[in-house]
């Protein structure tokens, strides 16, 4: 049988697919959560850094390494289970146990992580979560655990994934630094359920965190904005005015747009990033089917009230920029015609004093041409009286009349060379 060489990709792009399957979580139980991100260039970090931070931490419980150029990993951390990932912009651990301390939300869970092992991380935490999953008790209990874990104004409950469980949260942040959600799984919700809705929680709150970047972006740059913008409006109010020169205007306009084009520039990766983190963390929510529970407000609620506000931000900056670069656009493009009609203006004026002067000249030219042949035709008649002199006598013919018969035909000669000289040097 033929055989077809394969793509050197295709292999890897269809287990890219599988490659981060959901953990398979069996109530009580918990999970703690960390992102790690570096403060600048996030996307072109170092990535082996993450890669030897990691293996320092599976060297401390005697776990084997990923495999060279890994982008997740899952294993064993001792008696937990770690998850790793690896993203454009953020690392993530994950790290399950089970069963459940008596404190709940205990931050001795997050110890698991050793202090001097975060103090060299390769970045900065971008947040990180306690996450507690019991079995689902009667309604009372829940209403009771929630409202003693929780921030009641900010707190929403909900049941997801068709009522198998009610997962809570109130996405603020404890003493301790961690974000805490729960989940009570229903009888009927199986490990690897509860290990998606776990996995779903962690990513909503990642994202989340990851794209109100792009709302202190956009607020770090609103104040320039618009007083580019009132720059701007004053360079167009004053267009038409004579006052200043056009030149100077265009000046300062093309200063106002490279300006916007850096921060153009500067913001088009983070706002980018923005959109895409906040259309997982929509599409997170919409996975988990919410259904109201007990009157609370759901997830979807709490982001509409709370998250959307921040992301129409961040839009909102977003056209202004490009709004405002169009402006400088057309402004620029008035200007420049502006200029062009006065260069124009200008030009044509310089021609037409060009055109005068020429005239001027080549008026003079004729009279000293004039003069010239008289001066020529006086020396010619001169030296030609002395030289048919002799001719002169032998027909004795006056001297005077001879001369004088000479100046017509030596005049016209003279004339007649000059302007055949003339012809050969300006041809028509």
């Not at 060297?59 to 084997?64: F, Q, S």
């Not at 609103?222 to 100077?248: H, K, P």
């Not at 909102?316 to 402004?331: P, S």
Request: proline share 4%; glycine share 6%.
């Amino acid at each position: 049988m033929a055989t077809i060489e394969d793509h050197p990709l295709r292999y890897a792009l269809a287990n890219e697919l599988h490659a981060r399957p959901f953990p398979t979580l069996d109530a009580p139980c918990f999970a703690v959560y960390l992102a790690i991100k570096r403060p600048e260039n996030a996307a072109g970090r170092d990535r082996s850094a993450d890669v030897a931070h990691l293996t320092d931490l599976l060297d401390r419980y005697g776990t084997a390494h990923p495999k060279p150029g890994a982008n997740h990993f899952f294993g064993d951390l001792g008696k937990y289970r770690l998850k790793w990932e690896s993203h454009t912009e953020f690392v993530t651990y994950t790290i399950f146990g089970d069963g459940n301390s008596d404190t709940p939300f205990d931050g001795k869970n997050f110890g698991v992580f050793p202090e001097d092992w975060l103090a060299e991380a390769p970045g900065v935490r971008m947040t990180s979560a306690l996450i507690r999953v019991e079995r689902m008790p009667s309604d009372d209990e829940i209403r009771a655990k929630i409202d003693r874990w929780f921030v009641p104004e900010s707190m929403a409950a909900t049941h997801v994934l068709d009522q198998a469980g009610i997962m809570a949260g109130d996405f603020r942040i404890d003493e301790g630094g961690h974000a805490r959600f729960a989940l009570f799984a229903g009888d009927d919700c199986s490990p690897r359920r509860i290990g998606r809705i776990v996995q779903r929680i962690c990513e909503i709150e990642t994202y989340k965190q990851m794209s109100m970047l792009g709302l202190a972006r956009a607020r770090a740059i609103q104040g320039r904005l618009g007083e580019m913008g009132d720059e701007l409006s004053r360079l167009v109010a004053d267009m038409g005015s004579e006052t200043t020169a056009s030149e100077a205007r265009l000046q300062k306009l093309l200063g106002i747009s490279a300006d916007l084009e850096r921060l153009n520039a500067e913001t088009s990766f983070r706002f980018g990033a923005t959109a895409a983190y906040e259309a997982i963390v929509n599409q997170r929510i919409e996975v988990l089917r919410e259904e109201r529970w007990d009157g609370r407000q759901t997830f979807r609620e709490f982001m509409t009230r709370r998250y959307d506000p921040a992301m129409r931000t961040v839009k909102a900056v977003e056209r202004q920029l490009h709004d405002m670069a169009e402006r400088a656009i057309r402004a620029g493009d008035l200007l420049r015609t502006k200029v062009d009609v006065e260069r124009s203006a200008e030009n044509k004026a310089l021609l037409e004093s060009m055109d005068r002067r020429a005239d001027l000249q080549l008026r003079l030219q004729e009279t000293v041409e004039g003069l010239s042949v008289v001066a020529i035709s006086y020396y010619a008649v001169s030296l030609l009286g002395y030289l048919t002199a002799p001719v002169a006598s032998a027909l004795h013919v006056d001297k005077v009349w001879w001369t004088a018969g000479l100046v017509i035909p030596v005049v016209l000669l003279v004339w007649l060379a000059g302007r055949t000289v003339r012809k050969r040097l300006i041809p028509h």
